[in-house]
């Protein structure tokens, strides 16, 4: 493995300039149009999911990193195309976090387990995880603030839990993520992103 610095999100602040969007942390208004960030430097990319501290070890010199996030009040939809990297997060308290992988590849080792077909993970106010990255994969994470307490989901845990699910189930999810972000293009004009918002919202909490 090559050896490279441990990189913090909150370190990278200033260096978002591979977008035009505004940074993430200006997002408060629900929106049906996602923000795109791209990276091709290591010193420039960092985690731009709310919710979530990310500290992370690049296992590759060259990268080509994308995240994509849609901010729908309350739950954010985030896609990332990640590179080959060692990840220590831990989620923000009042928080619930749902992930799964948007393709198939060299398995994610994810607390320790080497799996990520058919399965989704779950964290809950201040829930950690570690993983390792291999190689660059996809994956979409939903960030629901306050946490969800009134759906029978798993009660809270010091560590993200994983669960099996069938490939069906699994592809239904990967399928609502391209939804919410491509709602912009589907939906047309909307009067009410508001409530077009709160629409999708639901769709993912279903």
């Not at 408060?28 to 500290?55: T, Y």
């Not at 393709?103 to 994610?108: A, C, K, W």
């Amino acid at each position: 493995l090559h050896s490279f610095p441990t990189r913090r999100s909150s370190d990278l602040n200033a260096e978002i300039g591979m977008s035009k969007d505004a940074p993430p942390e200006t997002f408060e208004e629900p929106s049906l149009r996602p923000a795109i960030f791209r990276f091709s430097d290591i010193d420039q990319f960092r985690s731009s999911v709310r919710g979530v501290d990310v500290d992370f070890t690049p296992l590759a010199r060259n990268i080509s990193a994308e995240q994509i996030i849609l901010c729908l009040g309350g739950c954010d939809v985030n896609f990332t195309k990640s590179f080959p990297r060692i990840i220590d997060a831990t989620l923000k308290p009042n928080c619930t976090a749902i992930g799964f992988t948007m393709d198939d590849g060299v398995p994610i080792r994810f607390n320790g387990v080497e799996r990520d077909r058919s399965v989704v993970v779950i964290g809950n106010n201040g829930a950690v995880y570690n993983a390792v990255e291999r190689t660059e994969r996809r994956y979409a994470s939903i960030v629901f603030t306050p946490s969800v307490d009134d759906r029978g989901w798993p009660q809270a845990s010091n560590q993200f839990n994983m669960f099996e699910t069938s490939p069906i189930a699994q592809q239904r999810l990967r399928d609502l993520v391209v939804h919410a972000l491509s709602a912009e293009r589907h939906v047309g004009h909307v009067t009410d992103v508001r409530e077009a918002a709160f629409a999708i919202r639901e769709s993912l909490l279903a």
